[in-house]
Every structure is written in structure tokens, then in C-alpha cells.
């Protein structure tokens, strides 16, 4: 099982520490008052999100958009940053033609959950083309301006729809799954079974998803089994990560098909990103 940390493309290497002295002085709320009034109206139940605001979104003052479903269930940035790092690699010891030398893979991404758009931004930084799907239009509206303030817009392709209805008619090099788990409540189990997931089981949504490709990315709860994870897709390797954040576990991801095959198994340096 391997633990993901952070990978870091070459051209953004000099932009980096600009944006990191942003984002730790964005994270001091006592040092900026218009964040701590902005928190006032922050219901009390999702105040622990915005104090990791900026650990979602490093761009969140310039005017990212997130709801309520949003708040719980983006993708911290550096999770998903090292999720389209290891997904660009795709076929890159196949061809060294469908990625270039910065590590842009010239590869299509079916986000097939896309929320507020954390996962999507990052697929569109590191990869060709995105296709983001989400069922609920107000989320999907937020994606599209959330990857307007990155910049990352024209690569991505937004789809208003179910995924389960849209899959059969999709063709892409890699899904990534990252489907409602149930609200916060998912960590009151001492194990959560995958098959809980609401509307359909993880089983179903990955049978979806190998419809479109046999390269799947399944971003899960932290406290599943990972052996449930890799029965999901008996037939493909798989090589399951643990996301990490400031030395917390954040969740699982499994990856299966040739996506298994190039993970790092060592750790890597973790993100000094947390604001608890
Ligand atoms: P969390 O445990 O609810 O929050 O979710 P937090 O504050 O990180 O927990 P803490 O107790 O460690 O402080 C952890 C991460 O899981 C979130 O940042 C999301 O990325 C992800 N996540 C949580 N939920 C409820 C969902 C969900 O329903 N769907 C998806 N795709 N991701 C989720
Ligand atoms: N990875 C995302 C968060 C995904 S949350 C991020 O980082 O922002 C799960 C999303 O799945 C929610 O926005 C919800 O509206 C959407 N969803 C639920 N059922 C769906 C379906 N059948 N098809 C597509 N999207 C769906």
C-alpha cells in the first residue's frame, strides 16, 4: 500500500513559492479580518472546513464558489495534485509521445463526480482533456467558475447528468470515481462498507466506470477495507494509496488497471498544508 504525498510538475516549480507564502499567510484568519467576519456566517456545522479553506483550494480568495455538499466533500488540493500527477503517467512508458517533457499527459480524464470541481482542476492542470460530469447543476456551474480562477477552463468539458445513465455512451483513458459517500456520518462506522454508498454499491459504480475504461481511480473513505477496495475489480491489479494531508488520513484511493502498475510505494514528503 503505498502513501501519497506530493508531486510537483516542472513548470510549476518556480510559480510555487509565491503561491505557498499565499497560502500560509491566506491560513492566518486572526491576521485578516474580512476572513474572520466572512466565518461569522459560516453555519457552525461546516466552520471546520473553512478553517481548511485554504487547504481546498489555494486560489479560495479569489473567489471560489462551494455549497454546503461542497464544503464536505472536496478534494484537498494536494491530494488531488498527487491523484492527476500519478494519472498523467498514463502510458508513459509506452509512449513517450502522448506525454510531453513538462509531464503533461496527453490523456482524456472522465471526472465522474465533480462536485465543486477539486478533483476536475487538477486533472485539467496535469492532463489534455477533462470531462466532468455531475448531477447537480448549481455544483457543476461552481466547477466551471472555480477552473475559471485556475485558468484551466477550456480543457475541461462539463456534462450535466447521471453518470451511471451517461456512462455507456463515454470514451476516455481514465475514470475517477469520487461519489457521495453519505454525508460526515460516513466516519461513525468502525469499517465502511462499500457496499453502503447511497443510490448504488462501489461494485456497481465501478462496473459503470470499466464501460468506459479499464483505468479507474476510486477516491474512498478513509475508513474502508482495502481489501473490499481491490475485490471491486478482481480481474485488474490494483495498487491502493493512502491520502495524506499534514500526516492526516484523509482517504483512500484505489487505483486499478495499468493506472496500478507505476505507483510509488514509498512514502513521499507530506504537505505542510493542515489548519486545524
Ligand atoms: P472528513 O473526515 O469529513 O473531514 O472528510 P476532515 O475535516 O478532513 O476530517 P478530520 O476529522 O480529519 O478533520 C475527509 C475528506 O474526505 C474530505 O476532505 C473530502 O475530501 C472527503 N470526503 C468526505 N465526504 C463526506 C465525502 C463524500 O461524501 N464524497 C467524497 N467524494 N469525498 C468525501
Ligand atoms: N471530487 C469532488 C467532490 C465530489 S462529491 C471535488 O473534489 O470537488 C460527489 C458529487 O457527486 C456531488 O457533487 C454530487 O452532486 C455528485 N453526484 C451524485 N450522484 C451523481 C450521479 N449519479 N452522477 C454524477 N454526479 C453525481
Redesign the pocket.
Known sequence: MARSGRRKRKQQAQAEPESMDKRQRADQDSADPSAASQKHHIPKHLQKYWRQRHNYFWKFDEGIQIDE??WY???PEIV?EDTAARIAQLHNDKSAQIQDDMGFGRICVV??????????IKFATWCEHVIA????RD?LEM?RHNARIYGVEDRIEFIH????QLAPGLAADVVFL???WGGPEYIGSEVFDLDSLP?HTAREWLDRARMVSENIAC?MPRNCDPRQLADLYPEAPCDVELNYTNGRLKAITAYYGDLALFGSSEPRELAPLDNP
Do not use: K
Not at 161 to 164: N, Q, R, T
Open positions: 455538499e461542497g466533500s472536496v478534494t488531488a471526472d465522474a463526480f465533480c462536485g465543486v470541481g477539486g478533483n476536475t460530469i455531475d448531477i447537480d455544483r466547477a447528468g447521471d453518470f451511471y469520487s461519489p457521495p443510490v477516491f
